[in-house]
């Protein structure tokens, strides 16, 4: 009996998933939640739900991921849904672990253009570790990978575009320093992200036709 090779997520893909998930957590945690950043994505909408209309944060971001899951399978097929789904799991149970265990504190209070830098460098090659890997750690992050693909934007730039929107939006309840930290963190997070997902792969050569053969072709 054969299996079904669109399901498997290989040794390299589920290592790379896991490096990238758990740099994400642990940045989230003790750079932006320590540090008091704010957030982007559907993490900031679902935050905005709770403060404008009392929605359940985790409601929210599930009624946000839901369709755009549904759209992935749809356009990238059933391994990219499974790998995202590991991403996901992944970067819930590490941040978990985190929250619950983890005995560090990265007290970055009076340098939060630092943490700042910080968090823009590793979430961005976070993300970045998992996209190369097939995956990706939610919605948004779809969101942006398809979003990139239809426009031709790089993906870094739609992430920037998505979370500063959010952002912006989320200035309605959130601190106006450290939401305008937290940009200068998703700007540079979209960069790296850009530069991560694309390090070491050289674009297709373009086929150069020789003028003669143009020519020929020409009068043909």
Known sequence: MRKDKRWLVDTEQ????????????????????????SEGGFVGLSLLGKYLF???????A???DIPVF????????????????????????????????????????NNLLLAAILSG????????????????????DILSLLLSQLTGLK?????????????MISLIYLPVMETLFTVVAV???GKVITWTVNYGRSEEPKLRVPVA????????
């Open 14 to 37: 589920l290592v790379l998933m896991l490096i990238g998930t758990f740099l994400l957590a642990f940045t989230y945690y003790h750079i932006n939640f320590q540090n008091h950043l």
């Open 54 to 60: 009392n929605f359940p944060p985790a409601v929210t």
């Open 62 to 64: 599930l009624v946000l």
């Open 70 to 109: 549904i759209l992935a399978l749809i356009l990238k097929g059933r391994k990219f849904l499974l790998n995202t789904i590991i991403g996901s799991l992944a970067f819930s149970g590490f941040y978990e672990l985190c929250d619950r265990f983890s005995p560090l504190h990265i007290d970055l209070h």
């Open 121 to 140: 460098l590793f979430t961005g090659i976070g993300a970045g570790v998992v996209l190369r890997a097939g995956g990706a750690t939610g919605g948004d």
């Open 155 to 167: 993906i870094g730039t739609v992430f920037i575009a998505l979370d500063a929107v959010v952002l």
């Open 187 to 189: 700007l540079i997070a």
């Open 213 to 220: 053969v143009k020519e020929k072709t020409a009068r043909a």
